[in-house]
């Protein structure tokens, strides 16, 4: 096997930036929901950045939205330079999304998982074997590498969902809750790999519902409520807004809950 970084430097300047993106769905019921109301944030390369908000503020349709899973209904973002509207493929080429269900085929088993995808991104031969063996032994999925995925526990899944984002090197990573439901084992170890990926320069946008793991894993948060943006800034400059010393507290503040 090759002692290669999983996550070697990214070549070109991955910077993400989100510019009054909006979108508006109608709901038979509800009617016109603004899931996302002119949000606004930049992610440099080598950031984390945190996405907080409750159930329903409007995390995942940003997310959704960055990917190119979504058409925003006005606004835009550039990824890598390149605009989600005029230029979906190339956004698509230069991310990796995590979703929140992880979408992975029940009857293959990782190896062929992690193959398949490589080869969607233009991977082969030695180099595709080389690097998924390399997404197998970071992200612990050697004891099941070859379980059919429908077998494995949802930590298990979960790992295998992360190795698959990362496995084409993308400069940007958009992961929507990726430590949710997980153990402490299997949460540290993908917020391990989060971190190596930041200290190889890859700009990352990191939803959670964990305040302790936004505190000590992102640099720059921001609260969204009601598809807003209420607050983006460093831990420092959120307790300086807000006089509140924990994230939860801060959480709360701005809430008003
Ligand atoms: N396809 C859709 N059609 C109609 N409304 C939608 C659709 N997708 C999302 N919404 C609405 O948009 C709002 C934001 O939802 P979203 O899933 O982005 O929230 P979230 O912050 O990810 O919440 P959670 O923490 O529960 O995952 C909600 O009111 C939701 O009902
Ligand atoms: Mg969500």
Redesign the pocket.
């Known amino acids: 096997m090759s002692s290669a970084p999983a996550f070697p430097p990214s070549a070109e300047p991955a910077a993400v930036r989100v510019e009054n993106l909006s979108k508006s769905?109608n709901?038979p019921k509800r009617g016109e929901?603004r899931?996302v109301d002119r949000v606004s944030f930049q992610v440099a390369r080598g950031e984390i950045f945190g996405l907080l908000?409750p159930?329903?503020?409007?995390?995942?349709?940003t997310l959704r939205l960055i990917s190119t899973l979504l058409k925003p209904t006005s606004g835009t973002a550039l990824v890598g330079g390149c605009d989600i509207v005029a230029e979906p493929a190339k956004v698509r080429e230069r991310i990796g999304f995590l979703a929140?269900e992880t979408g992975l085929y029940p009857r293959l088993t990782p190896r062929e998982i992690l193959k398949f995808f490589g080869e969607m991104h233009g991977m082969k031969g030695a180099p595709l074997a080389g690097r998924v063996q390399q997404m197998i032994a970071r992200f612990g999925i050697e004891k099941f590498a070859d379980t059919r995925t429908d077998k494995l526990s949802t930590g298990m899944k979960q790992r295998v969902a992360i190795a698959r984002t990362m496995l084409h090197d993308p400069p940007v990573l958009i992961l929507d809750e990726p430590t949710a439901g997980l153990d402490v084992p299997s949460a540290r170890n993908i917020e391990q790999a989060v971190k190596e990926a930041k200290q190889a320069g890859k700009s990352i946008i990191y939803s959670t519902?964990f305040m302790e793991e936004a505190e000590f894993l992102c640099d720059r948060i921001a609260v969204i409520s009601d598809g807003v943006v209420k607050i983006t800034g460093t831990m420092e400059d959120l307790r300086r807004a807000t006089g509140k010393q924990r994230l939860r507290e801060i959480f709360v503040d701005l809430l008003g809950i």
């Open positions: 769905f709901d929901v899931a908000g159930n329903g503020a409007g995390k995942t349709t929140g519902h």
